[in-house]
């Protein structure tokens, strides 16, 4: 399960550094603008609301527990 998640977050985090990439490159030299960056935004957002929903869903069906903070140690 740890696994599955972290695979996620590298994935979103990947996806805004192709989206920052993006916006560095395009428009240079006179080149016209892709839509890269948008499209690169887009699939992050994609990712982090499926993470999102994906986390919900093992919680509902008890895959994982929350573990909570110890208080007063």
């Known amino acids: 399960m740890k696994i599955v998640i972290i695979v996620a977050l590298i994935a979103v985090v990947?996806?805004?550094g192709l989206?920052?990439?993006a916006m560095l490159q395009d428009g240079r030299n006179g080149a016209?603008?892709?839509n890269r960056m948008v499209?690169?935004?887009a699939w992050r957002?994609?990712?982090s609301v499926a993470l999102f929903l994906f986390i919900l869903?093992?919680?509902n069906l008890g895959?994982?527990?929350p573990t909570g903070i110890a208080v007063g140690r």
């Open 19 to 21: 989206a920052g990439r």
């Open 32 to 34: 016209p603008k892709s």
């Open 63 to 65: 895959w994982i527990q």
């Open 14 to 16: 990947a996806a805004l």
């Open 57 to 59: 869903l093992a919680y």
């Open 45 to 47: 957002v994609g990712l």
């Open 39 to 41: 499209r690169a935004l």
